[in-house]
């Protein structure tokens, strides 16, 4: 069955570095998301993508968050200078639908820790 | 404001027995959803209800809708130690899905 696959899994950086997160979405998807979960709270929204602009963010996608789909099957979320509260899962998915806000599919995250 | 809220926030109950969480809403909908965690994973899409539903069933899971009330709750019947998780309600009319704060399920063997 298809799948949205993540990399990497765990990432422990130190506060002010780069740090850039990977997602391979299902193939015939057209709309792609990040959200993040810190530990123990809800998940939350960041950015959507579709046709290689974004279409929604949230506020706490400021201009240390970047995205992008460099080839025809990557989407990476760049954080530019990490800081101790961007430690989170952050997750990526992709949807056939986005207009419609259709069944989302997850990947299974990548942890951030920033020290 | 937050666009879906839970409750209860936890809810721990014996295999077999019922499960109903219930969601709630602030703004007008096109549909709502239902996601599954498992501790540490990615989301699980369950089931997705119209606006213009009022009841959907897929398996032992039963989804009702009330959008006088802005209401939602899900209902997992003859619960399995194997449903353990947590369960959000997700709502969006663009192209972004807003998750609620979730109900952590415990079902105890």
């Known amino acids: 069955e298809p799948e949205v696959t993540q990399t990497p899994s765990h990432q422990v950086t130190q506060m002010g570095q780069e740090v850039i997160l990977r997602c391979v979405p299902i193939s015939n998807h057209l709309y792609f998301y990040w959200y993040r979960q810190i530990l123990g709270q809800k998940v939350e929204f960041l950015v959507s993508?579709?046709?290689?602009?974004?279409?929604?963010k949230s506020e706490i996608f400021d201009d240390q968050f970047s995205v992008e789909r460099p080839d025809g099957s990557n989407f990476t979320l760049k954080i530019r200078s990490t800081k101790l509260e961007d430690s989170a899962m952050y997750f990526c998915?992709?949807?056939?639908?986005?207009?419609?806000?259709?069944?989302?599919?997850f990947g299974e995250g990548s942890r951030l820790t920033v020290l | 404001s937050q666009q879906g809220e839970e409750d209860p926030q936890a809810l721990s109950i014996q295999e077999g027995e019922n499960a109903t969480m219930n969601c709630s809403y602030k703004t007008s909908i096109n549909n709502l959803q239902w996601y599954r965690q498992n501790s540490g994973r990615g989301l699980v899409h369950l089931i997705l209800i119209r606006s213009n539903e009022r009841e959907k069933h897929s398996g032992r899971l039963r989804v009702t809708l009330d959008t006088s009330k802005k209401s939602s709750s899900l209902l997992i019947t003859a619960s399995r130690a194997a449903d353990t998780a947590s369960y959000f309600c997700a709502t969006g009319n663009t192209d972004k899905l807003i998750f609620g704060t979730g109900t952590r399920l415990q079902v105890f063997p």
């Open positions: 998915a992709s949807s056939v639908q986005g207009r419609e806000t259709g069944e989302l599919f």
């Open positions: 993508f579709y046709n290689n602009e974004i279409s929604e």
